[in-house]
């Protein structure tokens, strides 16, 4: 059977599937029989996938992560996991180490740009499929082979952040701007939206823009000082879920009555709850869940279909949608059955 058609049958097969299994199945990740497209040769065997990530602390992470494993039972593709645990000579050790053993295809999320890069070549050079995800392995327009690249548009993310947060402040005021990781390319594009949108807002003080580096006991200490040093911060865009809601823990510790608009990125289930509790006014989807499951699926149709590098695209934009008040208990599902 032709690999298109295939794939075809197996999105026929899993659309069947998700009625016979129930939503009970789905949000409790057990392992179903193997009834799928058994007719596409090497379908029939179990596939061995590895995954990095920045580190399992984040939720976004975490969440990702778990998907990928949830659905890898589903499809018969066993996830091993490794743990940056935002170090980057521990990704380092980690992508090194990979290169010792034997996968069908690697995904990876890389803590910072060009650190990874001679491990993944050996990877690449010894025909393994690596897939980078969110944050690129080597700069934009260098060829070292990669499968392709998973992505939201991060600047479009900070842009949509940012716009939020200066029209909940009436377009004027002072802000922090709270960073992750420099080296991650992502947060250098949520910095650049970021810039984008404050540049056409004079009456808009930036205080700072120091990294928290996705910590978030370092961001408690940075927001700590911030609200000591500043009587007025009137907004704040923080990189990610995890540090928005430590900056918000900072500020009801204070003990002050300070009104202070909050907007982030990643609207996983912390950024989801507080905006529907009212102490972010949006975060900003970046899908953990679709991200890690298309990494996983283009591994696997490259292992199940025979599906080869020129048919996938170098790079593969996944959608960010802004979560308000009034959309969160829909996309909130959404993630909690490992569907975003």
Known sequence: MAPD??????????????????????????????????SAGDARRRFKAAFSNAGLKATWCTHG??????????????????????????????????????????????????????????LIDRGVPVIDMDTRIVPEGQ??????????????????????????????????????????SGARLRAKGF???????????????????????????????????HERIDGAFLHNDDMAMAAVQAVKRSGKARNVVFTSIDAQEMG???????????????????????????????CAFGQKKSDVPNEIYIDNPVVTKENAKSYLYLMENRMI
């Not at 600047?155 to 004027?172: I, R, W």
């Not at 002072?174 to 080296?183: F, M, N, P, R, S």
């Not at 003080?205 to 000082?225: R, T």
Request: proline share 4%.
């Open 143 to 184: 060829d070292i082979g990669l499968w392709t690249f998973v992505t939201p548009d991060h600047e479009k993310q900070g842009e949509q952040a940012t716009e939020a947060l200066v029209k909940a402040m009436g377009y004027k005021g002072k802000v922090v701007h709270t960073q992750g990781a420099l080296a991650h």
């Open 5 to 38: 058609r295939s794939r075809r049958s197996f999105l026929a097969w899993t659309a069947a599937s998700a009625g016979a299994f129930g939503l009970g199945s789905w949000t409790g990740c057990s392992p179903q029989p193997a009834s799928g497209p058994v």
């Open 195 to 229: 810039h984008n949108v404050v540049s056409r807002y004079p009456d808009i003080e930036v205080l700072d823009e120091q990294p928290g580096d996705w910590d978030i006991n370092k961001v408690g200490k940075i927001w700590d000082d911030l609200l000591v040093k």
């Open 272 to 302: 989801i709850n507080g905006v529907l509790n009212g102490d972010l006014v949006v975060s900003v989807m970046n899908p953990a869940g679709r991200i890690h499951w298309t990494a996983l699926m283009v591994g696997y149709f490259a």
């Open 65 to 122: 992560i778990e998907t990928a494993k949830c659905w890898g039972d589903w499809l018969g593709v066993d996830v091993t996991v490794y743990d940056s645990q935002f170090s980057i000579d521990k990704q380092l050790l980690d992508i090194e180490d990979m290169t010792t053993k034997d996968w069908d295809f690697v995904c990876i999320q890389a803590y910072g740009i060009k650190t990874l890069e001679q491990p993944v070549r050996k």
